[in-house]
C-alpha cells in the first residue's frame, strides 16, 4: 500500500505595513478596507502592522508600504532596514511622498519651533528637515494623497501581488470635476482652486460641495503653476495667501514644481 502526500502550497506572498512621522490616517484607510482585506488575506500574508496587530514577524517582505516622512535621526537607519528587507516599496500618502505638514519646518528654524512646543528641546532628538522617504531610499512607486484613496490603494497591492504597474490615473482633479459633471467653482463662483494643479484620487471631492481644492494629492503629472498663481490673484488672494494655500499637506512638491518652471 503506498501513501500519498497532498501538494505543499506555495508560499504566499508577505506584507509589511510601517509608519514614520506621520498622523496614521494613511494606515487606517487599509484597515476601512475591511472586506476587501478579508480577501486579500488568502492571498497575503500580513507578517508586519502594528496598526492592525501585535503580531509581527520579521522580514524579508515582498512589499512594503511606508506611510510618515522621515523626520529623525532613528526614522533615518530605520527606513534603510525596512528597505533592504523588501522587495518591492510603496510609500503611501503625502508624508511619506512630499514630507507632509511637518515639512513647513524646512523653510523656518527648526530649533526655534523646538523651544516653542517642548519645554525640554535638548530631549529631543529631531532632524531639522522633514523629508520625503524617496530622500533616503529607492521608492518603487508612490501613492499620493491626505488620506489616501481606498480604491487606488488596494489597486496598488494587487498590482504588485500580479507584478504589473498599478493604474493609477496621472491627471488632474479637473479632469474628476468633468466626469461627475460637477461645475467649476473657479468659473462660476470665482472661488480659488487647487484643482488644475493637483493630482485626482479623491473624486473631486471638495469642488463637489462648492469649495475650492486644497491640494490634497500633490502635484499633477503636467502642472503649470505659473498660469495658476494668477488666477488665484484674481479670484481675490493676495500672494501671501496664495502661497499658504500652496504650502499646505504637499508643500515641498510644490515648491519643487515652483523651482522648476523659474529654471
Not at 532628538?125 to 491626505?146: M, N, P, Q
Not at 501581488?161 to 468633468?178: A, E, G, Q, W, Y
Not at 490673484?233 to 523651482?259: I, Y
Amino acid at each position: 500500500m503506498t501513501s500519498s502526500t497532498a501538494p505543499e502550497r506555495p508560499s504566499r506572498p508577505r506584507l509589511g505595513v510601517f509608519k514614520f512621522a506621520s498622523c496614521d490616517g494613511c494606515q487606517l484607510t487599509l484597515l476601512d478596507c475591511e472586506d476587501e482585506l478579508l480577501g486579500l488575506a488568502h492571498e497575503m500574508e500580513i507578517a508586519h502592522f502594528l496598526e492592525a496587530s501585535g503580531d509581527v514577524g520579521p522580514g524579508p517582505y515582498d512589499l512594503a508600504l511606508v506611510e510618515g516622512s522621515v523626520s529623525t535621526p532613528d526614522d533615518a537607519a530605520r527606513i534603510r532596514r525596512v528597505r533592504a528587507e523588501s522587495r518591492h516599496l510603496v510609500t503611501i500618502g503625502a508624508c511619506a511622498t512630499a514630507g507632509g505638514v511637518q515639512a513647513l519646518r524646512n523653510y523656518a528654524d527648526a530649533t526655534e519651533y523646538l523651544t516653542a512646543v517642548y519645554a525640554r528641546p535638548d530631549y529631543i532628538a529631531s532632524l531639522a528637515t522633514s523629508t520625503a522617504i524617496s530622500a533616503h531610499v529607492r521608492v518603487d512607486f508612490e501613492l499620493r494623497g491626505c488620506p489616501i484613496d481606498r480604491g487606488q490603494l488596494l489597486e496598488v497591492i494587487t498590482a504588485f501581488l500580479s507584478d504589473r504597474k498599478p493604474d493609477i490615473p496621472n491627471h488632474s482633479v479637473c479632469f474628476s470635476c468633468k466626469r461627475r459633471g460637477t461645475v467649476c467653482v473657479v468659473v462660476a463662483h470665482g472661488t480659488p482652486c487647487l484643482g488644475p494643479a493637483t493630482h485626482a484620487g479623491c473624486g473631486a471631492l471638495c469642488p463637489a460641495y462648492g469649495r475650492g481644492c486644497y491640494g490634497c494629492f500633490g502635484p499633477a503629472g503636467t502642472t503649470n503653476l505659473p498660469a495658476l498663481i494668477p488666477l488665484l490673484r484674481r479670484d481675490g488672494l493676495s500672494d501671501e495667501d496664495a502661497g499658504r494655500l500652496l504650502h499646505t499637506f504637499n508643500v515641498t512638491a510644490f515648491a519643487k514644481v515652483q523651482e522648476e518652471d523659474q529654471r
